[in-house]
Every structure is written in C-alpha cells, then in structure tokens.
C-alpha cells in the first residue's frame, strides 16, 4: 500500500504536466504579446523597405506588418506573397495576412467544396518555412455588402445560398483545418465530420499561424440578419476576434458591446485596422489607445494606406501622426515581438 501511495505521489505531477502540455498548444497558437504588452502594427505598401517606410512615418517599428493578398494559386502570385513574407522577417516583424476573395470566382460554398484547397495547401507550405508565426486575417468585414464574399449586398438584399453565412463558417472551417495542417488523414477525418470533402494533398505542414475573425461591429448594412454573431464559425476555429475603426465612424460605444459578447470574449482582441480617415483628428487617435488600453486589447494595426489612398496617409495628417507617434512610446506597447529583440 506504501509503495502505491508513493507511486501516485509520483504520477500525479506527472499527469498535471502531460494536461499542461496537452493545453499549451491551443494557448501558444495565439502568438500572444508579453504578458502585460500589446504588439504595435502597421499596414501600407508592399514594397521590400515598406517595413521602414511606416516605422519613419509612425516613429515606432511595427511589430506586426499587415499585407492584404487575393487567394490565387499561380506561381507568379505564391512567389510573390513568398517575398512579402522574407523581406517582412527580415525587417525584424511578423507578418499579418488579410485573405480575400477579390479578383477571383471564388464564393464562400466553392471554397467549403475544395475549390480554393490548391492556394490553401499552397500557403499552408510557404508559411511552413516561416521561423516567425504567421497571422491570417481571412475574408475580413464579411457583413459588410461592399465584400465579394458577403452574404448581403449594400441594400441588404441576399446574395443567394453560395454566399449565406452558413456557406461562409463552413469555408471558415475548412481554411482553419487546412491552413493549420498537420497530419493529412487527420484534416481530413475532420473534414468529414463536418460533411465536406478531403483535401487532396500528400502532406501538409505545420505552421505557427493564427486566425483572426474580424467582422464589423454592427454590419453594413446595419440590418438585424448582418450582426456579427451570425458569422461565429465556432471557438475552436478562431484564434483572435477583432474588428475595425476609423474616425470616419467614432462610435466606441458599438465596439464596446461587440467586444463584451460572451461567445468570443475569452479570446485575445485585435484592432486589425484603426486610423485617421479624411480629415485631422488627433483626438481619434487618443480615443482608440485609451479605449485599447482600458480593454486590454492585444494587437493595433494603424492603417495609412497605400499611396494612392492620400485621406489615410499619415503625411498628409501631421496633427494626427504626431498624436500616434506620442502614443506609440507607451510602455505597454511592445515594437517587437519576442524572437527579434
């Protein structure tokens, strides 16, 4: 009876670890901040020093640098995103990807069928060779109408079966499955459970990538049917919740309830895009940080737009650069992630 009782002081430490192991991956899959932190990001230009370009502007390295790419397949493209990745690494950040549907046939129930599977297997080996993880923004603001994969049109009227909110969480799904990879058997005994078909591939990798659900906090058009809730595909296939806010619609009030609902309030929270749109207003910019800080909001993603998009430049507002570059020196913002310090 001694030596049992030894035993069991013996395996039960050893069971506490096995379960802490077994739950780390779902917490580590995040890509989190330091505790107590939030990551600085920045989103505008695709060039090699784009990196460089926005940390002049903003006066902080972004620890996070966001690129929205078109889920194609081709060679020319894959190479392409393939040097977005390197030259973002080498500038010492991480990389965020918003996938779309733009310049594609693609719709929510073809890419549920397997028709998207040859860009997702694809990715899910170019982000494979990543030494940094890699956050997937996919098919963002999907209630709003003006979104290829949308299920309303800006009237609210439907966009047919192919493009419902049921055919968006089960392509939601199935990108998840696929993009996190690991064994191919497995993906697919999964994919099954869910009534889809398998994807054809020999192998798949295993990135450190996490998904991001970011929709609009209210829908556009802001009708019943369009709320944010409709689109939940499920907990286990959402890593990070988000949502974006620009000084063109200041209402913290709706970003506030959409962060407290409780189907997603456990998960860590991005402002995926935020910025100044049209005219001054360093007060915004005060607005968001302090809203951010008070809802321990993770990720800051300052949108400044692409050349040709001058209303969200940061050059073209200094009164509001010079509100975020203040901010941006905060301590509880981090300007790197933890394997460039």
């Given at each position: 009876?001694?030596?049992?009782?030894?035993?069991?002081?013996?395996?039960?430490?050893?069971?506490?670890?096995?379960?802490?192991?077994?739950?780390?991956?779902?917490?580590?899959?995040?890509?989190?901040?330091?505790?107590?932190?939030?990551?600085?990001?920045?989103?505008g230009g695709y060039k090699p020093g784009s990196v460089g370009a926005f940390t002049k502007q903003a006066g902080s390295h972004p620890a996070v640098y966001q690129y929205f790419v078109s889920w194609r397949a081709r060679s020319s493209d894959l190479h392409w995103m393939e040097g977005l990745l390197r030259n973002t690494e080498q500038?010492?950040?991480?990389?965020?990807?918003?996938?779309?549907?733009?310049?594609?046939?693609?719709?929510?129930?073809?890419?549920?069928?397997?028709?998207?599977?040859?860009?997702?297997?694809?990715?899910?080996?170019?982000?494979?060779?990543?030494?940094?993880?890699?956050?997937?923004?996919?098919?963002?603001?999907?209630?709003?109408?003006?979104?290829?994969?949308?299920?309303?049109?800006?009237?609210g009227r439907s966009r047919g079966r192919a493009y419902s909110t049921g055919a968006f969480k089960r392509a939601w799904r199935r990108t998840t499955l696929i993009l996190r990879g690991g064994s191919v058997a497995r993906v697919n005994r999964r994919l099954r459970r869910l009534r889809m078909p398998p994807v054809r591939a020999e192998?798949?990798?295993?990135?450190?990538?996490?998904?991001?659900?970011?929709?609009?906090?209210?829908?556009?058009?802001?009708?019943?049917?369009?709320?944010?809730?409709?689109?939940?595909?499920?907990?286990?296939?959402?890593?990070?919740?988000?949502?974006?806010?620009?000084?063109?619609?200041?209402?913290?009030?709706?970003?506030?309830?959409?962060?407290?609902?409780?189907?997603?309030?456990?998960?860590?929270?991005?402002?995926?895009?935020?910025?100044?749109?049209?005219?001054?207003?360093?007060?915004?910019?005060?607005?968001?940080?302090?809203?951010?800080?008070?809802?321990?909001?993770?990720?800051?993603?300052?949108?400044?737009?692409?050349?040709?998009?001058?209303?969200?430049?940061?050059?073209?507002?200094?009164?509001?650069?010079?509100?975020?570059?203040?901010?941006?020196?905060?301590?509880?913002?981090?300007?790197?992630?933890?394997?460039?310090?």
């Open positions: 009876m001694a030596s049992l009782m030894g035993m069991r002081r013996l395996l039960l430490p050893l069971v506490a670890l096995l379960a802490l192991a077994a739950a780390a991956p779902a917490d580590a899959a995040r890509y989190m901040p330091p505790g107590g932190k939030a990551f600085h990001c920045g989103i500038a010492r950040s991480r990389t965020m990807l918003h996938v779309s549907t733009s310049d594609t046939a693609l719709n929510p129930r073809k890419i549920a069928r397997g028709r998207g599977d040859r860009f997702l297997v694809a990715l899910n080996r170019l982000l494979g060779s990543q030494t940094s993880p890699t956050y997937i923004r996919l098919m963002s603001e999907m209630n709003n109408g003006g979104n290829p994969y949308a299920a309303y049109d800006l009237a192998s798949l990798e295993r990135p450190r990538v996490a998904m991001l659900w970011v929709p609009l906090t209210f829908g556009n058009p802001e009708i019943a049917r369009n709320h944010p809730v409709h689109w939940w595909p499920g907990s286990r296939y959402v890593d990070w919740v988000g949502s974006t806010w620009y000084s063109k619609h200041p209402n913290a009030a709706a970003f506030s309830r959409f962060y407290a609902n409780p189907r997603w309030r456990r998960k860590p929270f991005a402002l995926s895009e935020y910025g100044v749109w049209g005219r001054e207003d360093p007060g915004f910019v005060h607005k968001v940080h302090r809203w951010a800080r008070s809802h321990r909001v993770k990720l800051l993603c300052y949108y400044q737009g692409a050349l040709f998009k001058p209303e969200f430049r940061l050059s073209t507002h200094p009164r509001s650069r010079g509100a975020l570059r203040g901010l941006l020196k905060a301590s509880w913002l981090t300007p790197f992630a933890p394997e460039f310090r």
